[in-house]
């Protein structure tokens, strides 16, 4: 079992930055691709990014790519999310999510609780 649990959300304004922080217990994640997804209301939960577990391929969605930076410290057991150039239509509560030696679009094996992200106008 591998625990996530999320931290560092908050509100900011457009524009502004935010760094996001996924730390994992339980079992060391240097064998998963790591990612996170982000759901709004009343809307599904979207993809948003993934790092492979030795940080040689990164996907981000098109809505976010250039702004967001994924980045991971296997030794740490971390991972990181930097949003930068926040929009409003990025409010959403962020959840950290690990996929065991599977890309994490096929399927996620653990989440985490979820942070929320508030961006205002």
């Known amino acids: 079992q591998v625990q996530l649990v999320e931290s560092g959300g908050g509100l900011v304004q457009a524009g502004g930055s935010l760094r996001l922080s996924c730390a994992a217990s339980?079992?060391?994640?240097?064998?998963?691709?790591m990612g996170w997804f982000r759901q709004a209301p009343g809307k599904e939960r979207e993809f948003v990014g993934s790092?492979?577990?030795?940080?040689?391929?990164?996907s981000y969605a098109d809505s976010v790519k250039g702004r967001f930076t994924i980045s991971r410290d296997n030794a740490k057991n971390t991972v990181d999310l930097q949003m930068n150039s926040l929009k409003p239509e990025d409010s959403a509560i962020y959840y950290c999510?690990?996929?065991?030696?599977?890309?994490?679009?096929?399927?996620?094996?653990?989440w985490g609780q979820g942070t929320q992200v508030t961006v205002s106008s």
């Open positions: 999510a690990a996929a065991h030696l599977k890309s994490i679009r096929v399927g996620v094996d653990y």
């Open positions: 339980g079992r060391t994640i240097n064998a998963y691709t």
């Open positions: 790092l492979s577990w030795s940080s040689a391929r990164t």
